[in-house]
Each structure stands twice: as C-alpha cells, then as structure tokens.
C-alpha cells in the first residue's frame, strides 16, 4: 500500500476519533484481504506501555499474514529542550544516532 494512501487514511481516521490500534488492525487486515505473497515484515515503533504492545502484536498474530516484526529501540523525538528553547543535551548533531566509535574520515 502506498505511503500516501496510509497518510491519507490516518488523517480521515483521525477526523473520525478512530484509535490507532483500529487504524493498525484495519491496514493489517487490508494487507491479507490484499493476498499478498509472503514474507511481510512489519516495522512498528516502541509502543507506549506493555499493554499498547499486547494488542498490537495481538492484532498481527490475529491477522496471521506477518512474518516478521522490526522496532527500533528507540522514539524519534526532537532535540529536548529547556524552558528558554536551548537543547538540554550537549552532544554535536552529527554524533546523535549513532552507536560505537566513528573512525576519523
């Protein structure tokens, strides 16, 4: 399914109060109406609390179209700030999502 198609159904979700988890359980069960051949892999971000990951691999066990799921062990949030607006951490933008040593170019 598209990008812009997904977008453009969270956005019509989102003017219905439509909750994430039946967004997610409607494009999953799309995807199997869809017929589409194996393997699918799902890429979800962390979930907010265990509850929120009990249903949303509830949802895809359910489905039984996934293959494999993938979360990054980390949120993609901005820079936090302090109350004046200046980044509260003091680590250079070029350094920020990366793990071990960098060799020097």
Known sequence: MPVATIQRMKRVFSKNHISNDEIFRRLIFGLKRANLSKPIFVRISPQESLQDMHTTARI??????????MIPNSWSVAMPLDDLSKPILNVPLEKIGQSGPRENQ
Request: proline share 0%; charged share 20%; glycine share 10%.
């Open 60 to 69: 895809m066990r359910k489905s039984g179209i996934v293959s494999a799921v």
